[in-house]
């Protein structure tokens, strides 16, 4: 039997998705893997807690909730898909007992295709965190970081924790965050690439395939070839953007994954078909209203640009 350490973070809004991806990961591992689950709690309830417990008795996976103290987040930044809950992975070392010398951190967001059994055994080679880089990045000055720096994305991260103890890396992140709230685009994993540049260790595209890598065009040190092994039989699907696959405007390529495993929850629609059914009704309405919008934000936006040019006519007249 293989034991491997799973830890991941949710509020009361997320509990529904973290029950899909943990049903995902569950479904998606080796009869031999035992799996040891820590929840990082930001305010689930009572009655998804209990659902998330049924759900991995039935693998005999054993799971844990720590209350988290929100208060002491309270401060730090957030936007509109990045909730309170995603700094709580940077006190890992504080909420995991000494013994503890390896976890694997995975977002909510999140769709395991593959067993991780590869994932586990990584080779750390000296580094406090293995993940995979996140494309499209360009704010190295933001965050003071070299020119030509990777940048990776913190929803999946294997944690050498002996290293990251003894480089007190949750320490570090946490005094970025207070010294620099203003340059956090992305929050926690903004703080955690300013510590640990040149710390990490870059993971094949495939354990983390973010929304952006589905452009196979997007800007990344990635070959060609390796970010198109990803998109074609991606280990760890991971939907990055605003867009979710629980909202009726999503078109992401594996959106049908994410509805697979959630029919196998108890938070199941009640009528699957009318479900879809009713995005699908649903859908050009709401196409339509984002088209409005877009025509009226267009409008607004000539409007100010008229009225200041008459402004500025007048002033001159």
Request: charged fraction near 25%.
């Amino acid at each position: 039997m293989r034991k491997i350490n799973v830890l991941t973070a949710a509020d009361k809004q997320y509990a529904r998705h973290l029950g899909v991806m943990l049903t995902s990961l569950l479904n998606s591992s080796s009869v031999d893997t035992i799996f040891t689950i820590t929840i990082l709690d930001g305010g689930i309830s009572r009655e998804d807690i209990g659902r998330l417990t049924r759900l991995t008795e039935m693998y005999r996976a054993a799971i844990t909730f720590v209350a988290m103290d929100r208060y002491r987040f309270e401060r730090y930044p957030l936007s509109n898909h990045i909730r309170q809950a995603a700094y709580y992975r940077i006190s890992v070392s504080e909420i995991l007992d000494s013994s503890v010398r390896k976890v694997l951190y995975l977002d909510c967001d999140i769709i395991i295709n593959k067993d991780l059994t590869e994932l586990w055994d990584t080779d750390f080679n000296g580094c406090a965190v293995a993940a995979v880089e996140e494309p499209k990045f360009d704010r190295h000055v933001d965050l003071l970081l070299p020119g030509g720096t990777l940048y990776f994305n913190s929803g999946v991260m294997l944690v050498n924790l002996d290293r990251w103890r003894e480089e007190r890396i949750g320490d570090k992140a946490h005094n970025f965050i207070r010294k620099h709230p203003d340059v956090l685009l992305l929050h926690d994993q903004d703080a955690l690439n300013a510590v640990l540049c040149g710390k990490w260790l870059p993971l094949h595209p495939k354990w983390n395939l973010q929304t952006d890598m589905l452009d196979l065009r997007s800007l990344s040190s990635y070959s060609g070839k390796a970010v198109a092994e990803a998109v074609a039989n991606p280990a760890v699907i991971h939907f990055t953007t605003s867009s979710k696959p629980w909202h009726y405007m999503n078109e992401h390529r594996y959106r049908g994954e994410y509805l697979k495993y959630l029919y196998r929850t108890e938070w199941k629609p009640r009528s699957p078909k009318l479900y879809e059914g009713f995005r699908t009704l649903v859908k050009p309405i709401i196409g339509v209203t984002y088209k409005l919008l877009d025509v009226l934000k267009a409008l607004h936006g000539r409007c100010l640009i008229s009225i200041k040019g008459c402004i500025a006519t007048k002033d001159k007249g």
